[in-house]
């Protein structure tokens, strides 16, 4: 089985930067030799889950539009772990961040972490 950990989150103040992790262990191997997206979501409370950033297979990015400019997703070369910097948080930022593994052709894979929570606050 594949664990997932978020870890990075807190209490910042508005304007202020986080960097969340997002890092896979146990059976990996799947990950490691084979490309997949990864994804930050996050959802606030009485929300729907949304898409915050999202890296491709093919190394492309995808961004909310709230958070362009301001959030960069990136990996390690492992493909077990990825990061989220979040600079210039706004309070509606505030939420619980989940990230994902995903691939969706052969051999599939879908694991999501609990989540971290983030909250922009003075």
């Known amino acids: 089985q594949v664990q997932v950990v978020e870890s990075g989150g807190g209490l910042v103040q508005p304007g202020g930067s986080l960097r969340l992790s997002c890092a896979a262990s146990?059976?990996?191997?799947?990950?490691?030799?084979?490309?997949?997206?990864m994804g930050w979501y996050r959802q606030a409370p009485g929300k729907q889950r949304e898409l915050v950033a999202l890296l491709s297979a093919t190394g492309s990015t995808n961004y909310a539009d709230s958070v362009k400019d301001r959030f960069a997703i990136s990996r390690d070369n492992t493909k077990t772990i990825f990061y989220l910097q979040m600079n210039s948080l706004k309070p509606e930022d505030t939420a619980v961040y989940l990230c994902?593994?995903?691939?969706?052709?052969?051999?599939?894979?879908?694991?999501w972490g609990q989540g971290t929570q983030v909250t922009v606050s003075s």
């Open positions: 994902n593994f995903r691939r969706t052709s052969f051999p599939r894979f879908d694991h």
């Open positions: 146990g059976a990996t191997s799947t990950l490691i030799f084979n490309f997949g997206e």
